[in-house]
């Protein structure tokens, strides 16, 4: 995509956060809620998220909003979840186009309702000169099959000829990636104290440092994107070399 050329980018700085948003059931079961309404109060640390690194300069944010396996949940709670992504785009479209934030998204589109899938496309075409923060929001989204679609990619140009099967390398591969154009997540921050990847980032995520925070999604705030950004700059990221 092109959006921002990673190398203009300080090394060491931190650029991209990349968040699995998990633990709405488990905050409304706590409270003897439905787990809708769990969805809903996330919608709300979502704000949170995105101002926080609004105000802290961080360039790229990545959200895991629905993954490839979600289609699993019951009906009701897969239409509630399109229904919120249709309400937060219609409600955030405009504040987000003025706060300079360009809104992206990664996963399979195609699966999500029309109407929602037309919504995508208006936030993307109305955010996409904005430079300020890249949003991207990972909506039926799954790592393997994304790295798959790649491969598949790269396999096609090599059986007509346009590609070599040495041109078939790390970068080539990562180039056929939904991402391409973002620098690879610094921070891959996982709430509700799960400690796994769930499909998110597989390719990206391999030098990304994990932090995961036992909050649950809907009780995340300001300050629990500090205290990751914290332990970030307390690791040592040695990229299988030596510390200096
Ligand atoms: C994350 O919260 C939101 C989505 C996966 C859409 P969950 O719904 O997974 O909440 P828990 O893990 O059941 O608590
Ligand atoms: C991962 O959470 C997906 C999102 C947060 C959108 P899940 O709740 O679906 O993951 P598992 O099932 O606990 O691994
Ligand atoms: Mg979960």
């Known amino acids: 995509m092109g959006i921002v050329d990673k190398n203009d980018l300080t090394p060491n700085s931190l650029k991209h956060i ?16 439905s787990r ?7 919608a709300k640390a979502v704000r949170e998220a995105i101002k926080g690194c609004r105000e802290l300069c ?3 944010l990545t959200l895991f909003a629905f993954s490839s396996e979600n289609w699993k949940r019951p009906d009701e709670e897969v239409n509630h979840l399109m229904g919120l992504f249709r309400y937060f785009i219609k409600r955030e479209l405009n504040e987000l186009k003025a706060a300079g934030v360009k809104i992206n998204f990664i996963g ?7 109407d929602v899938q037309e919504l995508i496309e208006t936030a993307r075409l109305q955010t996409e000169g904005n430079t300020d923060l890249v949003l991207t929001i990972a909506l039926s989204y799954g790592g ?9 990619k790269l396999a096609e140009m090599v059986l007509s000829g346009e590609m070599a099967l040495d041109d ?13 154009g973002i620098p690879d997540p610094d921070i891959v921050l996982r709430t509700s104290g799960e400690k796994r990847l769930s499909n998110f980032l597989l390719w990206q995520s391999a030098y990304s440092e994990l932090i995961f925070q036992d909050v649950l999604w ?6 629990n ?6 332990e970030y700059y307390s690791r040592c990221r040695r990229y299988g070399a030596v510390s200096a």
Do not use: C, Y
Request: no cysteine; aromatic share 4%; glycine share 8%.
């Open 144 to 152: 393997q099959a994304e790295i798959v679609n790649s491969a598949k």
């Open 58 to 60: 961080i360039p790229f």
């Open 36 to 42: 809708l309404k769990g969805h809903e109060q996330g």
């Open 218 to 223: 809907p009780d995340f705030r300001r300050e």
């Open 168 to 180: 078939i390398n790390e970068t080539s591969l990562a180039a056929g990636l939904e991402t391409d």
């Open 18 to 33: 990349a968040i699995i948003m998990d633990g709405n059931g488990r905050w409304a079961s706590k409270r003897s809620m």
């Open 108 to 114: 399979n589109i195609s699966m999500l309702p029309d």
């Open 225 to 230: 994107l500090e205290i990751a950004i914290e």
